[in-house]
């Protein structure tokens, strides 16, 4: 028994070992900023980083939210007319079948809310105008 507590020895200094290297490694890479903070956020880098000024930062802070709103916007924009646009073509595709071959696009390929039974408030019409697209002013 006492051979086997003298192996254990080393497998718990290389352990050990590979723990401070990793340990220290990583701390050297936060500290050259080869690595970045997780969660840390773009002004407080640009902040370390730059040196900005109470004003600057202040400044970029309102960059960024209008920014933030107005992309935003322009996804809301994109997804209704997105939605406008399938619905078009799904109607566009659904008057070129026979009474048959629409039923059976129905069942089969129509998105449930153009089906009769489907909700079909849930989409807008692709004859409804989408909304109009953000202007670039706030």
Known sequence: MPGKLNYSWPMVFAIAASLL???????LAYRYHYLRVPGQGVVARMNHDLHLTPA??????EIMQDTRLR?????????????????????????????????????????????????AAA???????????PSAQP
């Open 21 to 27: 290297v990793g340990f220290t490694i990583s701390t």
């Open 56 to 61: 600057e930062r202040e400044q970029i802070r």
């Open 71 to 119: 992309v935003m916007r322009l996804r809301n924009y994109f997804q209704h007319a997105r939605r406008a646009r399938l619905l078009q073509a799904y109607e566009q595709i659904r008057a070129t079948l026979t009474p048959e071959q629409q039923r059976q696009f129905d069942r089969e390929f129509a998105l449930p809310a153009m089906r009769p039974d489907g909700g």
């Open 123 to 133: 989409l807008p019409r692709a004859d409804e105008p989408a909304p109009p697209a």
